[in-house]
């Protein structure tokens, strides 16, 4: 791959990795579920335990909505972005804050997720796609409970 040709990619797959986030908090599900091959290896074990799983983009879309619902605002927050391409394949690595806020009565509105997240990617058909998922969570803050609080 020339140097060119690595820089699109590289763009590509930020774009990419951008989409999942925004598309997230703005609750575009489509956008959500394009950014996905058709089976991903899925692992949010860090923060739910369990074991990772292999999902369709519609189940996680469906889940991140059903999950979602309840809050009024979702914002992630990405940086630190690093990349690495080998052919049709790919690696890319950032952290990531996510926040979720809902009104409540105590005035305990906000819950804080700070990690990171590992990215495996696959190029088909003239675009990157996420193949595999992983959040490492660091830490959680605020309200635990938020979707149950008053």
């Known amino acids: 791959m020339g140097e060119t040709s690595t820089l699109v990619a590289k763009d590509q797959i930020a774009t990419c990795i951008h989409d999942l986030f ?7 599900w489509s956008l959500v ?4 091959t058709e089976q991903v290896e899925f692992d949010m074990t860090s923060v739910a335990g369990g074991e990772p799983q292999r999902l369709t983009p ?19 927050q990405a940086g630190n ?10 690696t890319a690595f950032c952290y990531g ?6 009104t409540t009565r105590d005035g ?8 990171s997240y590992d990215f495996g990617l696959k ?7 996420i ?5 490492n969570l660091k830490f959680i803050d605020g309200n635990r409970e938020l979707e149950n609080t008053q």
């Open 22 to 28: 925004i598309g997230t908090d703005r609750r575009d």
């Open 33 to 36: 579920r394009g950014c996905f």
């Open 58 to 76: 519609a189940q996680i879309a469906d889940g991140w909505e059903t999950g979602l619902r309840q809050l009024e605002q979702v914002h992630h």
């Open 81 to 90: 972005l690093q990349i690495s391409i080998d052919g049709a394949s790919a």
């Open 97 to 102: 804050i996510a926040l979720h806020y809902r």
């Open 108 to 115: 305990n509105n906000v819950r804080r997720f700070v990690g």
């Open 123 to 129: 190029y088909r058909a003239g675009l990157w796609r």
């Open 131 to 135: 193949s595999a998922f992983r959040f």
